[in-house]
């Protein structure tokens, strides 16, 4: 059994608040902006932290194959439940080592990183980033957002930049080819000033 980390924390106590929220909030709103990043014909996808797989069902829909990562059990098993499809396969694992999906020996097209890598402190940070980088195919994708401004109540993130992010990707070979900040879709935060940078990258030489 996998033990939780603290990025985990407060989402079983919110799980049932999490679903109706953002299930709410269309696939192409929350990505404004990377759609274009998107695989056009059928691939394999990556959704860490797929939380109530929103994501994970927009892309087995367009023909994907689907491989959605949540340690949440409260998430995970409802979210496979909402969203049954046989092209979505639901597994218990976590960063910073996904060490059920780095022994399956697969490359991905796209990698999902949304409103994750904030909940890892900075030495979990270091050690994602190249298992991440490793689990690309060449000239696959990898896009992630970051949340800026206070955590919300019971849950714990950490202050992430864009720039941070930037050099380690970079360090593990990748490139960035894409990079905004925005304000937040929810009103709830933007008049909290929660600010999103959102970020994509390529291996190297695959821009």
Known sequence: MINKIRGTTGYTEQAEQLFERYENIPFEEVHI????????????????????????????????????????????IPAAQLHPSPAIEWINDQLPTLDHVATRGERFDLIMLTAVWMHLDDQERQRAMPILASLLQPGGVMIMSLRHGPSPPGRQMFDVSAKETIRLAEAAGLSVIKNTKSESTQSANRKKSVMWSKLAFRIDGKK
């Open 33 to 76: 902006g990377f759609l274009d990043l998107m695989p056009t014909s059928p691939g394999l996808v990556l959704d860490i932290g797929s939380g109530t797989g929103r994501d994970a069902a927009y892309f087995a829909d367009k023909g994907h194959r689907v491989v959605a990562v949540e340690p949440t059990d409260e998430l995970r």
